[in-house]
């Protein structure tokens, strides 16, 4: 996936510009969305949904609901058929569908870096992130989901005040 201009150039010329922000970043951006490539926003929902909307400026893309995909039309019901329905959405968030419907044999990060091969992905992690670990719900629940994390990124959300100020912090998972 080719990273895209997303705004009109300052001096009004209609030429295209990255976002300020960008050049402080553009490696590990471009990293995300290299094939093979999983990424989880993790902490707030809201901030989290800022930080898949400002890399969806630059990827050209908007984030898409998995909950939305797998309900629109006939529902889905295999792995197989919701990875046809998101194909050319690299940017993902409302996983919690995924962690409630569970087809036996595939695991949430499994469908996440099966889901990659085509492109990077970036997903909002519905649970949380700590250290190399994500989870989701609590022990004991059906829909409980621990995940140990490696070889991906994680995007942390940051409080920012001015447009060349990076929306995200990024930790790479060895």
Do not use: N
Not at 84 to 111: I, K, S
Not at 160 to 168: I, L, N, S
């Amino acid at each position: 996936m080719e990273l895209r201009a997303t705004a009109t150039g300052a001096d009004g010329d209609g030429a295209p510009s990255r976002p300020l922000w960008l050049g402080q970043v553009s490696g590990e951006v471009e990293g995300l969305a290299r094939r093979a490539s999983v990424g989880l926003v993790a902490g707030d929902r809201a901030e989290g949904l800022v930080v898949l909307r400002e890399l969806g400026l630059v990827f050209g893309v908007a984030p898409v609901s998995v909950t939305e995909a797998m309900l629109s039309g006939d529902p889905v019901c295999r792995w197989d058929d919701l990875a046809a329905r998101l194909a050319g959405c690299p940017l993902l968030f409302d996983l919690e569908a995924l962690c409630w419907h569970r087809e036996p044999g595939l695991d949430l990060l499994r469908f996440l870096r099966l889901h990659a091969r085509a492109h990077g992905v970036v997903a909002l992690w519905p649970g949380r992130v700590k250290e190399s670990l994500a989870t989701f719900s609590a022990p004991g629940r059906r829909d409980y989901v621990r995940i140990a994390l490696a070889d991906m990124s994680v995007l942390r959300p940051v409080q920012t005040r001015f447009p060349d100020e990076v929306p995200f912090e990024i930790e790479r998972i060895p």
